[in-house]
């Protein structure tokens, strides 16, 4: 039992001791004591006032006495107004010690057959393109959400959804047709998406140059957008593509299978994968069979042209097409097929959508329909909403060639973190395949950690200077703690010194540490409910400092007292678990040496 639970019940008792009144564990509200004030834990005592009959005052000097009485954790304790500070002794602070040291995952769940099972889905790329800088924050965030939910007892599968369909995905063919002489990845030394998604650029040129044309020769810009040979062209492309003709098809599954192997190099560098992957092309169809049912039960309705709708009108929505006049389908029709093909596959419990905050207004009404249409965790669906990632130079547009592909990101942050490894000496005795690797791990981190480390909700901009250097809030910072510990105890081992937590006199700052590892469990625990890597990066962050000040005024090695030495290297050993459990949770690799 560790020191919150066991003082929590203590003050739950003291309550029914002394006021004969039975009071639920959510009323007892302890938080840590401010600096400013002696103690450790603080009991907000106003909650019992009315029970007691006393001044605030009066009431936490009888629980204080109580808790001291008959709590053996409790030390000593003080009474500033309505607060008690609560002064946990050493050797209670000790026991927490050894019980976070003899568990490997302290403050982690692991899942049973029981457990919820969760549904994540992230990174929903288009193949028409590689993979850009918001795409980077989409999949981290995806990927460390799934950590977070496994932590927390949690069955996960993480999932994506694959826009493999429509205009888009036309024009990129369509332009490969015209101008790309059967050029291939092998022949052009270049990725698939990378070769895919020059061609949808070049398709955006030359039909910008019609639209130019044909409003010379006297048509408005809109009609000129419609009458352009090329967007007629692609649009006679996605029919015949619709119609399942035999030679758009192959040329569709040659260009897309281009696009997934380079997709997978990025996804391996990243450190994302997936469990399941569905395509649209698959799943639109089912959609449209689902919506077609609705139509059958009443709860869509059709209009004179044709299309379906649904009627959200109750909700305090407008109406919603889901089937348009000719019987093609939108977005949300193959979100509801999707919905449908994965419901098939596992019993999901709750099911969450990693998707851009401009999409908020489509999940609000994905949630209403999939409701409607029966699905039990319809009306629950999580949309974890994130904000855009900007340059310091401003928005990306794909179209137009402007956007941070996340390859080109990837390679300059790893080149950047050895840059800068070389510049401060951290690896002058090292071989340069083990330079590559440090570089790949801190390069890697620092990109991730400047992402996860920011409230999710939030538009970011993206610093690739900022997120590399070595010290303050940063990637790198936490991991050179990590391999800073790593080395402490490896000299240790060299000198054969054993590592027992012995009863010794603890510093306020090892208490502290204490403390801090015992919040872990809280962060992991409140990251889940609140769906927040960003909770787990500052906590990180938090330790890493807190442990940084301790080594700054405390020798490990050389403190001649053998007890204190030990206990401080079984500190740090935590310590750098810690770390090492909290940043897995981000997706991030922790180096042994740097």
């Known amino acids: 039992m560790n020191i919150e639970t066991m003082i929590s019940k203590a003050a739950q008792e003291a309550v029914k001791a002394l006021y004969g009144q039975e009071v639920p564990e959510k009323m007892v509200q302890l938080q840590k004591t401010r600096s400013e004030f002696e103690g450790n834990l603080t009991l907000v005592v106003f909650p019992f006032v009315k029970m007691a009959h006393k001044s605030p005052e009066q009431t936490a000097q009888e629980i204080g006495d109580y808790l001291q009485e008959h709590c053996v954790a409790v030390e000593k304790f003080n009474v500033v107004k309505g607060f008690l500070n609560i002064c946990i002794g050493n050797g209670a602070w000790i026991e927490l010690l050894r019980t976070i040291d003899s568990d490997e995952y302290f403050g982690m769940q692991s899942a049973n057959e029981q457990s919820p099972l969760v549904m994540i889905e992230y990174s929903s790329p288009n193949t028409n393109k590689p993979l850009h800088l918001g795409h980077v924050r989409n999949n981290l965030l995806g990927w460390s959400l799934a950590k977070i939910m496994e932590a927390n007892g949690n069955k996960v599968v993480k999932t994506n959804i694959v826009n493999d369909r429509g205009i888009h995905i036309c024009k990129s063919m369509l332009a490969w047709l015209k101008y790309g002489n059967g050029e291939t990845p092998e022949s052009a030394g270049k990725k698939g998406d990378h070769l895919i998604g020059d061609y949808y650029v070049a398709f955006d040129k030359h039909y910008r140059e019609q639209i130019k044309e044909l409003m010379a020769q006297g048509m ?49 560098t990243m450190g994302v994968s997936f469990d399941k992957i569905y395509y649209e ?13 609705g139509l059958a039960k009443g709860l869509f309705e059709r209009h004179e042209d044709n299309s379906v709708w649904a009627d959200l009108t109750n909700e305090g929505l407008d109406q919603k097409l889901l089937l348009r006049s000719d019987g093609t389908s939108v977005y949300m029709t193959q979100d509801i097929g999707t919905a449908e093909m994965r419901f098939q596959d596992y019993p999901i419990d709750k099911m969450i959508y990693v998707v851009g905050n401009e999409q908020n207004y489509h999940f609000q009404v994905l949630s209403i329909l999939l409701d409607r249409l029966g699905f039990k965790w319809g009306k629950e669906l999580v949309h974890f909403s994130y904000g855009m990632v900007e340059l310091p130079n401003g928005k990306m547009k794909s179209r137009e060639g402007t956007v941070v592909d996340a390859d080109d990101l990837m390679a300059l942050m790893m080149e950047d973190a050895y840059k800068t490894s070389m510049e401060l000496g951290k690896f002058d005795d090292m071989s340069e395949e083990e330079r590559r690797e440090i570089a790949r791990i801190v390069g ?5 950690y400047f992402i996860l480390k920011v409230d999710a909700r939030k538009n970011m901009l993206f610093n690739p200077e900022e997120s590399i250097d070595f010290n303050g809030n940063t990637g790198p910072f936490i991991q050179y703690t990590y391999a800073r510990i790593r080395s402490i105890l490896r000299k240790a081992a060299e000198q054969n010194i054993p590592l027992t937590s012995h009863q010794s006199d603890l510093t306020a700052k090892e208490i502290e540490l204490i403390q801090k590892m015992n919040e872990f469990g809280t962060a992991v625990a409140q990251a889940g409910k609140d769906y927040s890597p960003s909770g787990i990066a500052n906590y990180c962050y938090e330790l890493t400092k807190v442990f940084n000040q301790f080594y700054h005024d405390y020798s490990i090695l050389n403190e001649p007292d053998e007890q204190k030495k030990q206990i401080r290297l079984v500190i740090s050993r935590n310590v750098a678990k810690i770390i090492k459990n909290g940043m897995s949770l981000l997706g991030i690799e922790v180096p042994e040496r740097m």
Request: net charge negative; aromatic share 10%.
């Open 220 to 268: 408005d810009e809109e009609q000129a957008k419609q009458e352009a040979p090329l967007i007629k062209e692609a649009h006679e492309m996605l029919v015949k593509w619709e119609n399942n003709d035999p030679e758009v098809r192959a040329l569709w599954e040659k260009m897309n299978n281009w696009v997934y192997a380079g997709f997978d190099e990025t996804y391996k």
């Open 281 to 293: 092309s698959q799943t639109y169809l089912k959609g449209k069979a689902k919506v077609e049912e």
């Open 444 to 448: 890697m981190g620092a990109l991730k």
